[in-house]
């Protein structure tokens, strides 16, 4: 049998674009003498569908979309599309997030998804009610184990939240299924890939079956997939494997068994195809911007973000703007023009002085007598994002963010000002991984892109007399590590000072400072999605909320005491 | 028996506050002879508690706490908290929304909850698994239908997203409830009160118990409690009520059947009480701002915002800032005075224009040849909005956002411009609404304190000559209609064609317009939410999407079509 694996990049929402982008994958495959062809999770409406999925109007529209596209399959192909299917029990959940079995003229064949991510981004369990049976649907003398995404993750060693009651693929196997096909939306991050192919083999180490994966590719928003389509064989070995952050289309044939050889990924590398995927999708999906527009410092954080844009954009829809202040350094100037050339942009110089000088001088009666701090940093921060938005305004240009994860985390970060924009694009990548991005960025192209002044200075936000960052906050290589366990690892700072080795008291004052900038993220544009906790959608903290370690401390004390006295 | 609602008013995450506070209204509810003590749920670490349950030593905590109170409770007394208990079994959800049956030096009792709302705010399937069983819980030879909120919502009446398999009311009837007990963290909004009263009075004519509801009160970030706390007879009559919006200890008496007599609900007087409510809350469990900072504009929102704000934290804490353009009407900052001199509290003059001539002539390089538009018109209110963070930021304020529903929905307002703001007070009110509520605040004081001239005028944003919001908006009772059926009631174009009469491209253009915004609310600061679908956490729609409804018809007519000829 020949399989397709359509690795389809959808637009979320556009039902009607989707399907006639179906057929076409469809005609192509067909062409091809392909059997089957299957499309990814919720393929036909675009993951992730949010509340979309809330509207009875939007559903009628995927059943009006499916029955179009079955009209036109070609005879004799068969197809699995991704769709959310109405349920028809008036108790429970009102849809199911399925795989649909298309054939021309045949009714449709339906497996639902029994496994429902409700955790971090995921919010399945808002929508789908989870099904209660699933069966393989045999299609030219084969048992296929259709199922989808989740369905498949129900091993303790992959279980980060939690374990499910069922697991589908064992029940499918044991239900004779000849092999295992898995509509995936799989969302990148630095070690799926790798991740991926581990379940999967410990799959077929098992349950002795091949398993098709086939995942949504393309970027929404703030998720980027990397697509990572793939075949093994019942041993385990990848026999098929799609590109990776392309459309594209992998026919399979059945016969075809002899393993692929698989290079490891390189992890910076396809850090930095996700970010320029993210970037160019955000623009072409949205489809109104004329360029993409970077306030650049001359650090380094800009510069990465510019050198990204470029490789997502072509640098002739790329803009800079460096607007110096009075406390901006020489080196900052000279080292965005550097940049600009260096990527062949355009970039602008507007000095923000005039612009600053009128906000203190208009607060100057209401500010008398006040030491200048924060309030006067941020009428700088805040002068660049108004010029930044005004640009923006006027020429139809997306401002893309440059904040990276290590700053959000700790508010280091100006809302308003530096946060301003349409998406941020490192607010997922620590400091020192912009580094490393830099430093790649550079060796792959074999030149200076990015400028190795702006990569050797001291961080700084450049908005007082000789300010850097390692005023404020640790070294990055320490931040960066504390974050890590207590963002990424949901560690508290017991644990982590035990880990790490560093002091408790510096470890929970810097954990307290990322809980108290919660109001400043809730605000922060969306940010694209690299790792497994992300500040945004999957990372949901309360605003105006306490949490007293010393207090828990004292009452856990307390309680033993007055058992012990009792 | 004696039963003491504890109408209990938390501040989320503070775990060891909470259960001293737990304790003080235990002793109060003992010196007064109270047989039992039920709390709201969650109450120990209060509702919502977001992600804070993801982190195992929140839980931990929650766990000394829990011991902690059960050592002080005095003898004879029994209580139930809310609180997320462990679930022991490996597989689902790690957590239990439980309500926790507590006396001294005996085994806790729990009761989970089984129906785990996820959907609009709600999203308590991401850390709790459902109770398979529920019983009543024999106490003083009672047996007591303890239950946890949703838990008794299950009455396809009131179903707006789905039903639920199971009935938790009915099945803890069935095993001989003699009064059922609901632990309840039930948002405000203007409908809930009675529709609670509703269904409880249905609850009561099912099962023939007398029905205790104990409810969260206060607020937490954009989350208004009114409390409404009440126990009703078997026959369903209202026989006790706690105060709305205020924590309290309400006591009832289990002979006391006799109904009282309550007056129904107006509903922009407890609009009013929520948002003075909401702004407190956020201003006293914060505990960080000096005051209340508040753009004036000389218009409607803006007015009602800062009325609001001193009736929730008194003049004194309350400052507005007048910041006239030279598109300001005389009258604009004359109303602003006027509001203020009613209002007592102070007002600073700050006009912007030296900024805005700065942007400007910063900007006309770049800018030379083109038109004045929505860049220019920006910049005076980002100006504004940066001239607000100024003064927070010096002086430690809280910036109240004034934006209302109407243009939020229709992205009329100015990101980090007069969207700039820790709390957006108006958010989810219609225009109309926020005309209302001027008139009541001024009825029910029975003195001008929004001045007339300010109800009475056409709105503007003031940005350009002669502006009126009327230029780029249908007029607001024609807006507030049609946003209402789209966002609150889901309804598409067409349904709202035919109901409304208003032409169908007109319709469509509008929520096109409420789509393609999306992204500005995405950056909005958290807004109170007071009715039952608010922008923000609980309507979650993608930023980057297509829903094309002309090609979705195409789609519908070409399938028919085939149809036909096939």
Same mark, same amino acid.
């Given at each position: 049998?020949?399989?397709?694996?359509?690795q389809?990049?959808?637009?979320?929402?556009?039902?009607?674009?989707?399907?006639?982008?179906?057929?076409?994958?469809?005609?192509?495959?067909?062409s091809?003498?392909?059997?089957?062809?299957?499309?990814?999770?919720?393929?036909?409406?675009?993951y992730?569908?949010?509340?979309?999925?809330d509207?009875?109007?939007?559903?009628?529209?995927?059943?009006?979309?499916?029955?179009?596209?079955?009209?036109?399959l070609?005879?004799?192909?068969?197809?699995?599309?991704?769709?959310?299917?109405?349920n028809?029990?008036?108790?429970?959940?009102?849809?199911?997030?399925?795989?649909?079995?298309?054939?021309?003229?045949?009714?449709?064949?339906?497996?639902?998804?029994m496994?429902?991510?409700?955790?971090?981004?995921?919010?399945?369990?808002?929508?789908?009610?989870?099904?209660?049976?699933?069966?393989?649907?045999?299609?030219?003398?084969?048992?296929?184990?259709?199922?989808?995404?989740?369905?498949?993750w129900?091993?303790?060693?992959?279980?980060?939240?939690?374990?499910?009651?069922?697991?589908?693929?064992?029940?499918?196997?044991?239900q004779?299924?000849d092999?295992?096909?898995?509509?995936?939306?799989?969302?990148?991050s630095?070690?799926?890939?790798?991740?991926?192919?581990?379940?999967?083999?410990?799959?077929?180490?098992?349950?002795?079956?091949?398993?098709?994966?086939?995942?949504?590719?393309?970027?929404?928003?703030?998720?980027?997939?990397?697509?990572?389509?793939?075949?093994?064989?019942?041993?385990?070995?990848?026999?098929?494997?799609?590109?990776?952050?392309?459309?594209?289309l992998?026919?399979?044939?059945?016969?075809?068994?002899?393993?692929?050889?698989?290079?490891?990924?390189?992890?910076?590398?396809?850090?930095?195809?996700?970010?320029?995927?993210?970037?160019?999708?955000?623009?072409?999906?949205?489809?109104?911007?004329?360029?993409?527009?970077?306030?650049?410092?001359?650090?380094?954080?800009?510069a990465?973000?510019?050198?990204?844009?470029?490789?997502?954009?072509?640098?002739?829809?790329?803009?800079?703007?460096?607007?110096?202040?009075?406390?901006?350094?020489?080196?900052?100037?000279?080292?965005?023009?550097?940049?600009?050339? &260096?990527?062949?942009?355009? /970039?602008?110089? %507007?000095?923000? #002085?005039?612009?600053?000088? !009128?906000?203190?001088?208009? $607060?100057? =009666?209401?500010?008398?007598?006040?030491?200048?701090?924060?309030?006067?940093?941020?009428?700088?921060?805040?002068?660049?994002?108004?010029?930044?938005?005004?640009?923006?305004?006027?020429?139809g240009?997306?401002v893309?963010?440059?904040?990276?994860?290590?700053?959000?985390?700790?508010?280091?970060?100006?809302?308003?000002?530096?946060?301003?924009?349409?998406?941020a694009?490192?607010?997922?990548?620590?400091?020192?991984?912009?580094?490393?991005?830099?430093?790649?960025? &550079?060796?792959?192209?074999? /030149?200076?892109? %990015?400028?190795? #002044?702006?990569?050797?200075? !001291?961080?700084?936000?450049? $908005?007082? =007399?000789?300010?850097?960052?390692?005023?404020?906050?640790?070294?990055?290589?320490?931040?960066?590590?504390?974050?890590?366990?207590?963002?990424?690892?949901?560690?508290?700072?017991?644990?982590?000072?035990?880990?790490?080795?560093?002091?408790?008291?510096?470890?929970?004052?810097?954990?307290?400072?990322?809980?108290?900038?919660?109001?400043?993220?809730?605000?922060?544009?969306?940010?694209?999605?690299?790792?497994?906790?992300?500040?945004?959608?999957?990372?949901?903290?309360?605003?105006?909320?306490?949490?007293?370690?010393?207090s828990?401390?004292?009452?856990?004390?307390?309680?033993?005491?007055? $058992?012990?006295n009792?």
């Amino acid at each position: 049998m020949k399989i397709a694996l359509a690795q389809f990049n959808p637009i979320v929402g556009d039902i009607a674009g989707n399907a006639k982008r179906h057929l076409e994958m469809i005609l192509d495959a067909f062409s091809k003498r392909v059997d089957l062809v299957v499309f990814p999770e919720l393929s036909i409406i675009g993951y992730p569908p949010h509340d979309l999925l809330d509207n009875s109007f939007v559903v009628d529209a995927v059943e009006v979309a499916l029955k179009w596209l079955q009209k036109r399959l070609p005879e004799g192909i068969a197809v699995v599309v991704g769709a959310p299917i109405r349920n028809p029990d008036p108790k429970g959940k009102k849809l199911y997030n399925s795989a649909v079995f298309l054939k021309r003229n045949a009714p449709a064949q339906f497996v639902h998804k029994m496994l429902l991510p409700t955790y971090d981004i995921y919010e399945e369990y808002r929508y789908f009610e989870p099904s209660a049976q699933q069966s393989p649907i045999v299609f030219k003398g084969l048992k296929l184990g259709i199922h989808v995404c989740e369905d498949m993750w129900n091993l303790e060693k992959y279980a980060t939240y939690h374990m499910y009651e069922r697991n589908p693929v064992a029940e499918l196997v044991s239900q004779g299924a000849d092999i295992l096909i898995n509509l995936s939306a799989s969302p990148y991050s630095h070690n799926r890939h790798a991740l991926r192919t581990n379940l999967i083999q410990d799959l077929c180490a098992a349950h002795h079956v091949p398993f098709v994966l086939v995942s949504q590719v393309g970027a929404n928003t703030d998720m980027i997939f990397d697509g990572d389509s793939r075949v093994h064989n019942a041993e385990g070995d990848i026999v098929a494997l799609a590109p990776s952050f392309e459309e594209s289309l992998t026919i399979w044939d059945s016969e075809q068994l002899m393993p692929l050889n698989v290079a490891p990924r390189n992890r910076i590398a396809a850090l930095h195809r996700a970010l320029v995927c993210g970037i160019a999708e955000y623009d072409r999906k949205s489809g109104i911007f004329h360029k993409a527009l970077i306030g650049l410092s001359g650090g380094i954080d800009s510069a990465v973000t510019a050198a990204l844009a470029v490789d997502a954009l072509g640098a002739e829809r790329v803009m800079g703007i460096t607007m110096p202040s009075k406390y901006s350094s020489s080196g900052s100037v000279d080292d965005s023009v550097s940049l600009a050339k &260096n990527l062949g942009i355009t /970039c602008h110089n %507007i000095g923000i #002085s005039p612009a600053v000088d !009128a906000f203190e001088s208009m $607060l100057s =009666p209401l500010f008398e007598g006040t030491k200048a701090g924060v309030a006067e940093e941020n009428i700088q921060a805040r002068s660049r994002g108004l010029t930044l938005m005004a640009v923006s305004n006027k020429f139809g240009h997306l401002v893309l963010t440059t904040g990276n994860k290590s700053e959000y985390a700790m508010g280091y970060s100006t809302l308003y000002g530096d946060m301003s924009g349409g998406l941020a694009v490192l607010a997922d990548v620590f400091k020192m991984d912009v580094y490393a991005l830099a430093r790649y960025m &550079n060796e792959v192209t074999g /030149c200076e892109r %990015i400028p190795v #002044s702006t990569i050797e200075k !001291a961080p700084s936000a450049e $908005l007082r =007399p000789d300010q850097k960052d390692e005023d404020s906050l640790p070294p990055y290589p320490v931040l960066d590590e504390i974050l890590r366990l207590y963002v990424e690892h949901r560690m508290d700072a017991s644990d982590i000072s035990l880990q790490t080795g560093y002091d408790i008291e510096f470890v929970t004052n810097l954990l307290r400072a990322v809980d108290r900038n919660e109001y400043k993220r809730k605000q922060a544009p969306p940010g694209l999605r690299v790792s497994d906790k992300a500040f945004g959608r999957g990372r949901r903290m309360p605003i105006v909320m306490k949490f007293d370690r010393q207090s828990i401390a004292e009452m856990m004390q307390d309680s033993l005491t007055h $058992l012990t006295n009792a």
